[in-house]
């Protein structure tokens, strides 16, 4: 009998296998969609692919979307930063995701669920001059997204380092406040800045620690804790012509 059930269920293990392996076989190219890296430095509002867009926004600076503006061409109601940019932010559509679903495509469900950079979910922004012109781009890691997701946040860092070659980086450790410690053996509060190709002025901030009050386990209960730590990275482009002394 007990050798029935393993043949049984051999048999139905390989046939699950063998229809995944069809049905990615059958799945097609993946549709084109535009991406934070088709939103450029010198565009224009009014260049940017806003059709595979969703959610334009004024930006809150890493936080929630704050007033609805519906296209990029009404920067101007957001209010400027102290750098004088109006704040942006988008999402990506998520038709395709629900195309992906629909037709139970799972690699393009994977490709095209969420806002995402480098597989991590992130928040997204333009920055905009008084003009209407592109001088700066917002990516940070979202602090909404689930602890796994938050715990690999970190690795942007090096990967966002190696997009921009490893060699000419600026870096200074940033203080800890009171009650700021190491996580899982690390601590990290890094702001690192590049000039990069005489064009662009690279900024790349990262955080992983655990802030004061914060735990691996519970005081109480000894039982451990989910999503108790700190695990972000920014990373914001401007153009030259943007103050460093006002971000």
């Given at each position: ?13 390989a ?6 392996a069809?049905?990615?076989q059958?799945?097609?190219?993946a549709?084109?969609?535009a991406?934070i ?12 692919p ?7 926004s ?8 704050s007033i609805?503006?519906d296209?990029?061409?009404?920067f ?5 930063e102290g ?10 559509d ?16 994977a ?8 597989d ?5 922004s ?9 001088k ?5 890691s979202?602090?909404r997204?689930?602890?796994q ?13 190696g ?19 190491p ?12 000039i990069?190709?005489?064009q ?12 004061s ?19 972000t990275?920014?990373l ?12």
């Amino acid at each position: 009998m007990l050798r029935v059930v393993i043949v049984v269920l051999g048999t139905l293990t390989a046939f699950n296998l063998s229809a995944l392996a069809q049905n990615r076989q059958t799945e097609p190219d993946a549709p084109p969609r535009a991406n934070i890296w088709d939103v450029r430095i010198g565009m224009t509002s009014g260049q940017i692919p806003e059709h595979d867009f969703i959610d334009i926004s004024c930006g809150t600076n890493g936080g929630p979307p704050s007033i609805l503006i519906d296209s990029f061409t009404n920067f101007s109601k957001c209010p400027p930063e102290g750098t004088g940019l109006h704040e942006v932010y988008f999402a990506y559509d998520d038709e395709l995701e629900y195309w992906a679903r629909a037709n139970e495509y799972v690699t393009w469900i994977a490709i095209y669920s969420g806002t995402k950079v480098m597989d991590q979910p992130v928040i997204l922004s333009a920055l905009f001059d008084g003009d209407g012109i592109v001088k700066g781009i917002r990516i940070i890691s979202d602090a909404r997204a689930d602890p796994q997701q938050r715990l690999a946040a970190i690795v942007m860092r090096r990967r966002f380092t190696g997009r921009y070659g490893e060699e000419g980086w600026a870096c200074e450790d940033l203080p800890p406040r009171e009650g700021e410690k190491p996580f899982r053996r690390q601590f990290i509060k890094e702001l690192c800045t590049k000039i990069y190709k005489d064009q662009l002025r690279v900024r790349l901030e990262s955080h992983y620690y655990q802030k004061s009050g914060q735990t691996t386990f519970d005081p109480h209960t000894g039982q451990p804790q989910q999503g108790y730590f700190e695990s972000t990275v920014r990373l914001e482009l401007y153009h030259l012509s943007v103050p460093v002394d006002q971000m």
